[in-house]
């Protein structure tokens, strides 16, 4: 029988939240601010993102031209983010689940899980897939 690895480096805990509260705070401003621009500021060059509604977008350019357009039309409502989860499989990766729930209970919401990775001190999205979340 193969002995499954632990690959979160628990002594790393307060960090990577730390990095997930910096990022999580990023999305929460961009949406009071009403702008696509400063919510995907710490997203690469070569992002992959995963839609709630299973579109696949790859890049930088197509993803922040959508997320101009849905901030134009207001798609989402305003919300509060919320780390759920961080952790660091391996120096310099982070992932962690965030929640973006919507102020209104009427609203949609959203939990998200992203892959960071950190290069010369600063935390880069490499990838982001969202999910809706319905009320039961």
């Not at 995963?50 to 207001?74: C, F, K, Q």
């Not at 305003?78 to 919507?102: C, D, K, M, N, Y």
Request: aromatic fraction near 8%.
């Amino acid at each position: 029988m193969d002995i499954r690895p632990t690959l979160h480096a628990t002594d790393t805990d307060a960090a990577a939240r730390a990095a997930a509260e910096e990022f999580a705070a990023g999305l929460g401003k961009a949406m009071q601010e009403n702008s696509a621009d400063v919510y995907d500021a710490a997203f690469a060059e070569d992002i992959l993102w995963g839609s709630p509604y299973g579109a696949t977008v790859d890049g930088y350019p197509t993803l922040n031209a959508i997320h101009r357009r849905l901030h134009t039309e207001h798609a989402a409502p305003p919300s509060r983010f919320e780390v759920v989860s961080a952790r660091h499989p391996a120096p310099g990766i982070l992932i962690t689940q965030i929640r973006r729930q919507a102020i209104d209970p009427e609203g949609f919401s959203e939990m998200a899980m992203y892959v960071l990775v950190e290069r010369d001190g600063r935390w880069w999205l490499a990838a982001g897939q969202n999910t809706s979340v319905r009320a039961r």
